[in-house]
């Protein structure tokens, strides 16, 4: 249950929701299998799977829940060969040429055809509320896996209003000016991946297992190179990776991050999720906030 990824989306109104509530909202839009002629569904689910029956997980006043996607998998090379074939069938049977319009109909017969046999692949996604930071935290390594779910919670609700959080300074510059002076922002350390591009011709380098402060990368920077990713350690206890939209990936939390849920000696699957939660809850709260603060805080309505 322990986020890898984290996108950060700011609450543009008070959340007024109970848990209860929300759970509610959540059943109606319940995930349901795909039928035989569906090539995608997508629902929630009880974030504690088969060990729960709740839409929805609250700790501490936070509030996780979790959505399931389930699509057909149908090999672009498979539906290729066959579309070809029809073709083929049809110029020497009728000795004529296939208009664009009539191959996509032709296609998409062959997609309708095969969606009953094709198998199906499954993932879930998290996210967690936190009113009393008015943010939502989800866990997703791609915007529009973050948007997908945001989208599905806001049919659920009827509206949702949210923004991707934007800091005040522009993350290129700024973790650049970290690199370029050798020191990273307070209550951080440089992880040892960093991506580097050259805006003028295109140039990307990315590095791994590298010490960042080396001369070799300053060298890089003096040439006209950015940053658009480096890898960051808070307090020794959270590693991960943030890029220049202030999407935060390859999460990794410390043992001793971990030990504190442990410490609470849980007896169910249930009881381990509530404490890895709750843990894990407080532990982004604090680095979320450091986070913001080391990017000179979060552009407010109205600044550009």
Avoid at 18 to 44: H, I, Q, V, W
Avoid at 180 to 198: I, N, T, Y
Avoid at 233 to 249: P, R, S
């Amino acid at each position: 249950m322990w986020f890898k990824n984290l996108r950060l989306y700011r609450l543009t109104e008070a959340w007024a929701l109970s848990a209860e509530d929300l759970a509610a909202k959540l059943k109606d839009f319940e995930f349901n299998p795909c039928g035989s002629l569906d090539p995608m569904r997508y629902g929630f689910v009880p974030p504690l799977g088969n060990h729960g029956t709740d839409f929805v997980h609250s700790t501490n006043g936070y509030i996780m829940f979790c959505a399931k996607k389930q699509e057909k998998i149908l090999p672009g090379g498979v539906i290729k060969e066959q579309l070809e074939e029809k073709i083929k069938a049809i110029s020497e049977a009728e000795s004529r040429s296939i208009a664009r319009k009539e191959r996509d109909t032709l296609k998409d017969e062959i997609i309708f055809s095969l969606l009953p046999k094709a198998f199906t692949r499954s993932s879930l996604d998290y996210a967690y509320i936190a009113p009393q930071e008015n943010l939502i935290v989800v866990n997703a390594a791609s915007a529009k896996r973050a948007e997908d779910l945001l989208s599905k919670l806001r049919e659920a609700l009827g509206s949702l209003r949210c923004l991707p959080i934007a800091p005040k300074n522009i993350p290129t510059q700024v973790m650049t000016h970290w690199l370029r002076e050798s020191e990273a922002p307070h209550q951080f350390e440089f992880g040892d991946d960093v991506s580097l591009e050259a805006a003028k011709d295109g140039r990307v380098i990315r590095a791994k297992r590298q010490d960042l402060t080396a001369s070799e990368i300053r060298n890089h920077l003096e040439s006209g190179m950015h940053v658009n990713k480096i890898g960051l350690v808070w307090k020794e206890a959270i590693h991960c990776t943030v890029d220049n939209q202030l999407a935060i990936k390859g999460l990794k939390f410390d043992d001793a991050i971990s030990d504190k849920a442990n410490d609470r000696n849980p007896e169910s699957k249930a009881e381990q999720f509530d404490a890895d939660f709750a843990i894990m809850t407080l532990e982004l709260k604090n680095f979320i906030a450091a986070l913001l603060l080391a990017f000179g805080g979060e552009q407010t309505e109205g600044e550009v």
